[in-house]
């Protein structure tokens, strides 16, 4: 097993780092290691405002089919498709992260139905945990849009 590379770090090194921008030498670094030196890395160092403008274009055109294919459902919802905020809704809900929306209706339904307004009046901490429901079930909602919203003509 290799070491980090980071002098007086004894965690494996398992993430490979460029010691300089065009050489095929690497360091090796445990990840916390890894990312202290990926903080002070600028990938846009040494362009102009034009050049780096027209690199990140080019390289967000690369990666557009990536995040096409999360919002169009290629991926399941349960494989890092979700948003963070959709993985806390679904904590509110006390759902599964791979829950789809049917499930996610019925645990909004049955849970908001316990704790409204109109069943339980005056009562303060059952308003607030109705709105947690409530903003739970709408940032869902939004999500399972986007997901299933087709263009003009059933395209993107």
């Not at 139905?113 to 069943?119: A, E, G, R, T």
């Amino acid at each position: 097993m290799r070491m980090c590379d980071r002098a007086g770090c004894d965690q494996p090194g398992n993430c490979p780092a460029p010691k300089s921008p065009n050489s095929p030498e690497r360091w090796y670094f445990c990840e916390r290691h890894a990312a202290e030196y990926n903080s002070n890395w600028n990938y846009f160092e040494g362009l102009d405002k034009e050049e780096a403008s027209a690199r990140e274009q080019a390289e967000r055109a690369e990666g557009a089919s990536y995040r096409q294919s999360s919002w169009n459902a290629w991926a399941g919802p349960g494989d890092g498709s979700r948003s963070r905020d959709e993985l806390r809704a679904l904590e509110v809900l006390e759902l599964d992260p791979d829950a789809d929306f049917d499930a996610v209706r019925k645990a909004w339904r049955s849970k908001a139905k316990l704790v409204h307004p109109d069943v339980r009046p005056g009562d303060e901490a059952a308003a607030k945990e109705f709105q947690k429901l409530q903003v739970a079930y709408e940032v869902l909602r939004a999500a399972e849009e986007r997901r299933t919203w087709k263009g003009p003509e059933g395209t993107f």
